[in-house]
């Protein structure tokens, strides 16, 4: 009896100590609310907002802003610079706190489309990188450069819970 309740409290321990390294280890991903604590709205410059970052495949903007007041458009390069978004809207967002996945290594343009938002200084653009760019350092090691692996945090995410259910698994067999 003793003996049981010792082991349950240290494979609990255990398990609490992996999920706790596994999920530091995971979050490799990065949110970032546009414009910090200042969020979507007038008056801020967020072209020195978004230069203070490096934005890679994976991570995720978050637009924060008093749903109405302003709205997301992620658009062409020539909206961007027009503030025109009679066309070349990509996405609309306009819930006042909308997630957007960074899923693609690309240059990304956001505007604001209220009148006169976008001129008035609503509106960035960010670089996007692949993630294991920044990971993988020189060729030096060159095991097989042609074929860089692109993993994201969110893969690297589903491996982790994939390990996790195999551990619950394996704990539940051991204590049972
Ligand atoms: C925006 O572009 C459309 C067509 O591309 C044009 O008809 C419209 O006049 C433009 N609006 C402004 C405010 O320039
Ligand atoms: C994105 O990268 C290009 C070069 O590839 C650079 O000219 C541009 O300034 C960068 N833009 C931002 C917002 O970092
Ligand atoms: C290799 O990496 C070093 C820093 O880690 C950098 O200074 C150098 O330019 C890199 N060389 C190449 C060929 O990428
Ligand atoms: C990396 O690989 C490229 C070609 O694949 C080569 O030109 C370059 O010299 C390599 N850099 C290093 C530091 O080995
Ligand atoms: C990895 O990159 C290749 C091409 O570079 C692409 O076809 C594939 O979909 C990418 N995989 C992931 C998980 O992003």
């Given at each position: 009896?003793?003996?049981?309740?010792?082991?349950?409290?240290?494979?609990?321990?255990?398990?609490?100590?992996?999920?706790?390294?596994?999920?530091?280890?995971?979050?490799?991903?990065?949110?970032?609310?546009?414009?910090?604590?200042?969020?979507?709205?007038?008056?801020?410059?967020?072209?020195?907002?978004?230069?203070?970052?490096?934005?890679?495949?994976?991570?995720?903007?978050?637009?924060?802003?008093?749903?109405?007041?302003?709205?997301?458009?992620?658009?062409?390069?020539?909206?961007?610079?027009?503030?025109?978004?009679?066309?070349?809207?990509?996405?609309?967002?306009?819930?006042?706190?909308d997630q957007i996945k960074l899923t693609d290594a690309k240059k990304y343009w956001f505007i604001c489309d209220i009148p006169g938002h976008c001129l008035g200084g609503m509106r960035f653009a960010i670089n996007v990188t692949e993630a294991s760019a920044a990971a993988n350092t020189n060729n030096t090691t060159g095991s097989n450069p042609t074929t860089t692996p692109n993993k994201s945090c969110a893969s690297e995410r589903g491996r982790t819970m994939i390990y996790l259910l195999l551990l619950c698994g394996l704990l539940l067999k051991i204590l049972g």
């Open positions: 009896m003793q003996e049981i309740m010792v082991s349950n409290i240290f494979f609990s321990f255990l398990l609490a100590s992996l999920v706790y390294l596994l999920l530091l280890h995971g979050a490799k991903c990065e949110t970032y609310t546009v414009g910090d604590e200042d969020h979507w709205s007038t008056g801020v410059n967020y072209l020195t907002w978004s230069g203070k970052y490096n934005f890679v495949v994976a991570d995720i903007l978050v637009f924060v802003y008093p749903k109405g007041a302003h709205d997301v458009n992620e658009v062409t390069e020539a909206t961007f610079r027009s503030c025109n978004a009679s066309n070349g809207v990509l996405s609309k967002y306009n819930s006042g706190n």
